[in-house]
């Protein structure tokens, strides 16, 4: 939808200062004429963009222009804020809930506790330690190692952490296993002994689709009884 991709516009250069329309294009799946269009839409709601040409050129957001509502909603911060509160229900750190304080507070925000999602599933305690180890770990692009749980056994794995994945009510961790040689899916509540390790890696060229299909996740989904890190 449209307003989706303006806002995501928005949200990447705010948070990466300058960006080309090829990249940006690029990113939203969309043309760069598409982009431009964009821009000019963003500019008669009030966000004033520049445009800069040549070598080192890209779109921007005017220095010293601060973004409040114009663009976002009640709805949409209701939304937002929505998400985040799901995020903060796994990672234990309250970061989350800091990050929707600064956020602006329109009319309708007293609506915002309509919609509860809750990603802990039953191991929200446990799991949490795991997935933030697991999240700086995909940041950094730092090798993990674990003992995963298989029905034909228990092997030990040093693995390039891609992302955090949560489908069909449970969490996995998507990379690239050296062991195996080959992207593997791994559910987090049959991963013991997790350690990221100092040493880093490069992210290879070859990543695969942002999806993960419902037959992977089945593959990963066997039912175990162990539920620790």
């Not at 973004?67 to 799901?86: C, K, M």
């Not at 997935?131 to 029905?151: I, S």
Request: proline share 4%; net charge positive.
């Amino acid at each position: 939808m449209t307003i989706d991709r303006l806002i995501g516009i928005v949200a990447v250069l705010l948070r990466e200062g300058q960006v080309t329309a090829g990249r940006l294009a690029e990113r939203f799946e969309v043309s760069a004429r598409t982009i431009h269009r964009d821009v000019d839409r963003l500019c008669r709601a009030g966000i004033p963009l520049r445009t800069a040409r040549g070598a080192g050129g890209g779109i921007s957001i005017m220095e010293g222009y601060q973004l409040d509502g114009t663009v976002l909603t009640d709805e949409d911060r209701g939304a937002i804020l929505a998400g985040l509160r799901s995020l903060d229900s796994v990672s234990g750190t309250g970061y989350y809930r800091q990050l929707m304080e600064k956020l602006p507070q329109g009319a309708g925000s007293a609506g915002d506790d309509c919609v509860l999602i809750d990603l802990s599933s039953w191991y929200g305690p446990v799991l949490a330690p795991g997935l933030e180890a697991l999240k700086d770990a995909c940041a950094r692009r730092r090798l993990v190692r674990f003992t995963y749980t298989a029905p034909g056994g228990d092997s030990c794995r040093l693995v390039e952490p891609d992302r955090l994945v949560f489908r069909w009510s449970s969490w996995y961790l998507h990379g690239w296993c050296r062991d195996r040689e080959g992207w593997r899916l791994f559910k987090l509540n049959r991963m013991l002994s997790l350690a990221v390790e100092e040493a880093s890696f490069s992210p290879r060229p070859a990543r695969p689709a942002t999806w993960v299909s419902r037959e992977k996740v089945r593959s990963a989904a066997w039912m175990s009884p162990v539920y620790r890190l």
